[in-house]
């Protein structure tokens, strides 16, 4: 399903017409961010924000439990399955003006460089390998878009297609489905197919595969899509930004490439996936799939590990928490050091007993209240972090790791709750 097939019964409708410019949707998706909100005339146009802004509603959409979507997607990576080609995908309903300036596209804050797509990933094939991921794109005018690439696999197809004096013939897409979205924004080996990681999830959470259609450029995507822009990479490069990123805090201006957008199409009824940035949304889909990476690490130094979480108050990204069961002592430490490793961009980890429930923040705080001292605080200076931590100053970090487990030669009724 795509994003506006999928919206849930209770979203909150605005019908009265809202203003692209004037920041004021960031208002409506900012004043209950557990809520869907849908506009029904974003100057002219239809919209829906806060869509997967809690794990409830993400894993109501892939069909699965909340505390198996970490499995679920690690499953999918290490599982892919082909996609299903159909012949006429829903997102080629409609051939729309090639006018991305009348689009119900959004300017979220104030100092912003403009407005921005904020859901768009790219779909790119170069030399036989494939490509599809997250990007920031902020609309110049009627053809021309700012892409903000950092440097991972998109932003080396396109230096080894600039090193030959190639454009880089892409699709945009915005309004996929909840599977693709995660599969875009998960780490995988430089060339493979993200979408057919979309493809084993749904197999698994709906018994389907996922389907493609064909755009003109040849490029296969998304069936179920709201939009998809055909365009290309080209080699001429503008200022990007400012804009705020997960923190909240502004991102700053950068000299980024230029997208040229030669045809856009829509499914029968679009509406236009709006990801508040810094909200909780942008939290989940951001750091959710970076959750399978930290599992996978740790899961190599400590057989026992349950599941882990980046937490929201770390913006899904900067602060995690593991549950394991020991076997040996020094189990903790090796599963902070493995989750690091899993997730360079963590600073702060926590590792608990299976027994806590690591969705809940007052329980994880409980552990560290009452389980351990400050002794078996592990600091680690020097370490690369993420850059979008203003508190690094673009540097490198200090990363700490509190070991709140229970030792295992203590009198485990002394630190367990009591019980009816």
């Not at 997967?52 to 970490?70: C, G, Q, Y």
């Not at 991972?152 to 996929?176: D, N, P, Q, W």
Request: include cysteine; aromatic fraction near 6%; charged fraction near 25%.
């Amino acid at each position: 399903m795509t994003v506006s097939d999928s919206v849930p019964k209770d979203a909150e409708i605005i019908r009265g017409p809202v203003c692209r410019d004037d920041c004021s949707v960031t208002s409506f998706l900012m004043a209950d961010q557990a809520k869907t909100v849908v506009f029904e005339d974003l100057d002219g146009g239809k919209a829906v924000g806060n869509r997967f802004s809690t794990r409830e509603k993400m894993a109501d959409a892939l069909n699965i439990p909340k505390d198996a979507i970490v499995g679920h997607i690690l499953h999918a990576v290490d599982h892919p399955e082909s996609c299903e080609i159909v012949e006429n995908p829903e997102f080629r309903a409609k051939k729309l003006p090639l006018d991305l300036m009348k689009l119900p596209i959004p300017k979220y804050f104030p100092e912003d460089g403009g407005r921005y797509i904020t859901s768009g990933i790219i779909v790119v094939e170069y030399n036989g390998m494939k490509n599809v991921s997250f990007h920031r794109m902020m609309i110049m005018d009627s053809d021309s878009i700012a892409v903000r690439l950092v440097p991972r696999h998109l932003y080396t197809m396109r230096r080894m297609a600039k090193e030959k004096g190639e454009e880089l013939r892409i699709s945009i897409c915005i309004g996929a489905q909840a599977e693709v979205l995660l599969a875009a924004a998960t780490s995988m080996d430089f060339g493979a197919d993200e979408l057919e990681v979309a493809s084993a999830m749904c197999m698994k959470g709906h018994g389907s595969k996922l389907r493609v259609g064909r755009c003109d450029n040849g490029l296969l995507v998304p069936a179920n899509t709201d939009y998809v822009f055909e365009g290309r990479i080209t080699l001429e490069e503008t200022k990007e930004g400012p804009f705020v990123d997960i923190t909240g805090t502004y991102d700053f201006e950068r000299q980024q490439p230029v997208i040229k957008i030669d045809r856009i199409w829509s499914c029968a009824d679009p509406m236009m996936h709006l990801l508040l940035p810094g909200g909780w949304e942008h939290y989940l889909l951001m750091g959710l799939p970076r959750e399978p990476m930290i599992l996978k690490t740790v899961r190599q130094a400590v057989p026992g590990v349950r599941n882990v979480r980046l937490t929201e108050g770390g913006c899904c990204w900067l602060n995690g928490v593991v549950s394991i069961k020991k076997n040996k002592e020094g189990d903790g430490v090796n599963a902070a050091m493995a989750a690091f490793s899993g997730h360079t961009s963590m600073k702060q980890v926590i590792i608990v007993d299976e027994d806590i429930d690591i969705f809940d923040d007052r329980a994880v705080e409980w552990a560290v209240a009452t389980r351990m001292q400050a002794d078996r605080i592990l600091r680690i200076p020097g370490a690369a972090g993420s850059s979008l931590d203003p508190s690094s100053h673009g540097g490198p970090t200090w990363k700490v790791a509190f070991d709140a487990t229970i030792p295992l030669k203590a009198d485990r009724s002394l630190y367990e709750k009591a019980r009816l």
